[in-house]
């Protein structure tokens, strides 16, 4: 049987932080853990790692994701708001909160595609954050979700592997809708055109309507919180 948690307050070497309910040498339970870099979690942890239904905020004015987790990662149904500065893109990058037990190398993948461009251009401004609600698999989109753009363009339907992939709707703020199939972030297959003239293309199309993707890869190395290191007092 798993020892009976406890309620504990530690500070790790390097100035990370937790507080919380604690188990042998472990987060277990409900507990708040907060990075030297402001970002922090606040949830549920399993045997030391996120697991369950919590927050996670990366630093002050950061993106914010609430919703499920699995072993450190988002899996499952959750909500993730971009921080407002970020420039329009029809899949922003979700960037990785350092990981509470191990040291690790992660990926990042920043797309470079503008649905915005009917409806965003010099001059204009940013008035709210981008914002994904739906499902996650492994810390990126995956499943069903809606992708709302701060410009005002609206994504629904179906991603994989952070991307539109699949049947989904997008909805640019000029009036505009394509509605029909996606692959690997571009529109590709049969779907339909709608203008806000009211007129309709229907039929297939291919990649060539959209731009290219590219990838960025980040390394990041965290203090392992856990029993093993002792807490500083």
Not at 86 to 105: I, R, V
Not at 165 to 186: A, K, P, Q
Request: proline share 5%; glycine share 14%; with cysteine.
């Amino acid at each position: 049987h798993d020892p009976p948690s406890e309620d504990v307050s530690r500070l790790f070497p390097g100035g990370a932080s937790y507080r919380g309910q604690w188990a042998g040498t472990a987060a277990n339970g409900k507990g708040s853990f907060t990075w030297p870099s402001s970002a922090s979690f606040n949830g549920t942890f399993v045997s030391g790692k996120r697991s369950g239904v919590g927050i996670e905020c990366h630093g002050i004015g950061g993106d914010v994701y609430e919703g499920q987790w699995v072993e450190n990662r988002r899996q499952g149904f959750g909500t993730y708001v971009f921080a407002g500065e970020k420039q329009p893109s029809s899949s922003p990058a979700l960037p990785h909160l350092p990981d509470c037990n191990e040291t690790e190398t992660e990926t990042e993948t920043e797309t470079e595609k503008a649905p915005c461009a009917s409806s965003s251009g010099p001059g204009k401004k940013k008035t709210v954050a981008d914002q994904y609600v739906g499902e996650f698999m492994r810390d990126q989109r995956h499943g069903q979700g809606e992708l709302r753009l701060a410009c005002g363009d609206v994504y629904r339907g179906q991603f994989q592997h952070d991307l539109y992939n699949g049947l989904g709707t997008l909805s640019l703020l000029c009036g505009d809708v394509w509605s029909g199939d996606w692959v690997s972030g571009r529109i590709h297959g049969q779907g339909s055109y709608v203008w806000a003239s009211s007129e309709e293309t229907a039929g297939a199309a291919t990649a060539t309507t959209t731009t290219t993707t590219t990838t960025t890869t980040t390394t990041t190395t965290t203090t392992t919180p856990t029993g093993s290191e002792k807490p500083v007092v």
